[in-house]
């Protein structure tokens, strides 16, 4: 979302070539790597990511997460909008999508730098 934005202000900022590559690296990790983790869970065999064992349908839970540093600002803003308690109005896509639209363009360009012509 954050190539996206920046492409549609300045499509000469964008590097293809890199773009390119970058989808290619990420398609290969998450399809051939990552992805494949989720086989278990698929087939009903794996155990559940998450149970919050005393938690009841409602109630508001705590989780801690490792992100890397550049994508605080975005997750921030996604936290912000779920705590908002409108979460009934829009889906998580949704939320995502307004926090890319409401994003500054250096936040942007910090989440794309890989695919930027000179970064």
Aim: hydrophobic share 45%; aromatic share 8%; charged share 30%.
């Amino acid at each position: 979302m954050a190539i996206r934005k920046i492409y549609h202000e300045d499509p000469d900022s964008v590097d293809l070539v890199k773009l390119v590559e970058f989808l290619r690296g990420w398609l290969l990790r998450h399809i051939l790597g990552s992805d494949r983790d989720y086989i278990p869970f698929l087939d009903g065999a794996g155990e559940a990511l998450m149970e919050p064992a005393d938690a009841s349908v409602g109630e508001n839970l705590t989780l801690e997460v490792q992100v890397p540093e550049k994508y605080m600002e975005t997750i921030a803003r996604c936290v912000i909008l779920l705590q908002s308690g409108d979460a009934e109005a829009r889906s998580l896509a949704d939320y995502v999508r307004f926090t890319f639209d409401e994003m500054e363009p250096d936040e942007a360009r910090k989440l794309a730098a890989d695919v930027l012509v000179g970064e």
